[in-house]
Antibody, heavy 118, light 113 residues
Framework: QLQLQESGSGLVKPSQTLSLTCAVSGGSISSGGYSWSWIRQPPGKGLEWIGY???????YYNPSLKSRVTISVDRSKNQFSLKLNSVTAADTAVYYC??????????WGQGTLVTVSS | DIVMTQSPDSLAVSLGERATINCKSSQSVLYSSNNKNYLAWYQQKLGQPPKLLIYWASTRESGVPDRFSGSGSGTDFTLTISSLQAEDVAIYYCQQYYSTPHTFGQGTKLEIK
């Protein structure tokens, strides 16, 4: 059973870069057939798909964020990461990492709240 | 983008009664080459991450009680809880994974009447 754990800065200043990491345990991030996703949820609101990186290394991003987002994998550390630059208050949310085969997330981290504020 | 619209936004059902949540996509999520609907349902309890309930529109995830079922095809889908239990109080989301971005519905809040 895969387990995922987000970590990173909980407070980011406007215009700066949000950086989060998702540590994977119970399996290898190098295993084929998995997609490694980031999804966010503003306080009191619904879920927004940010994007994912497929086991092949291909990345797919939400067009609404595409110019600002990068998802990458560090196989040596068995983790994947999210970078979102030029953040504003609208980027304040709980950020979830997730994983699954067949494109839909089956395993989710507990989520981490990122607040954008000066 | 495919827009996912759920109805109702909120729902109150008595314990033991049936709960039905609908999800409509702005375009078909049925992939003709494999005849699969690229539609999943998630349950999110307060303060917790979403939990996968149903995928391929009607396949129940391992460990999910059989009172949860999914149906529908093309653009119209339904999540049914056959006999509501107290632990089913949550917000339920549908998600299409037919094309990126993999959009979610706005959520349906399910409460006990």
């Amino acid at each position: 059973q895969l387990q995922l754990q987000e970590s990173g800065s909980g407070l980011v200043k406007p215009s700066q870069t949000l950086s989060l990491t998702c540590a994977v345990s119970g399996g290898s991030i190098s295993s084929g057939g998995y997609s490694w996703s980031w999804i966010r949820q503003p306080p009191g609101k619904g879920l927004e798909w940010i994007g994912y990186i497929y086991h092949s290394g291909s990345t797919y991003y939400n067009p609404s964020l595409k110019s600002r987002v990068t998802i990458s994998v560090d196989r040596s550390k068995n983790q994947f990461s999210l970078k979102l630059n030029s953040v504003t208050a609208a980027d304040t949310a709980v950020y979830y990492c997730a994983a699954g085969g067949d494109y839909f997330p089956r395993h989710w981290g507990q989520g981490t709240l990122v607040t954008v504020s000066s | 983008d495919i827009v996912m619209t759920q109805s109702p936004d909120s729902l109150a059902v008595s314990l033991g009664e049936r709960a039905t949540i609908n999800c409509k996509s702005s375009q078909s999520v049925l992939y003709s080459s494999n005849n699969k609907n690229y539609l999943a349902w998630y349950q999110q309890k307060l303060g917790q991450p979403p939990k996968l309930l149903i995928y391929w529109a009607s396949t129940r995830e391992s460990g999910v009680p059989d009172r949860f079922s999914g149906s529908g095809s093309g653009t119209d889908f339904t999540l049914t809880i056959s006999s509501l239990q107290a632990e089913d109080v949550a917000i339920y989301y549908c998600q299409q994974y037919y094309s990126t971005p993999h959009t979610f519905g706005q959520g349906t809040k399910l409460e006990i009447k």
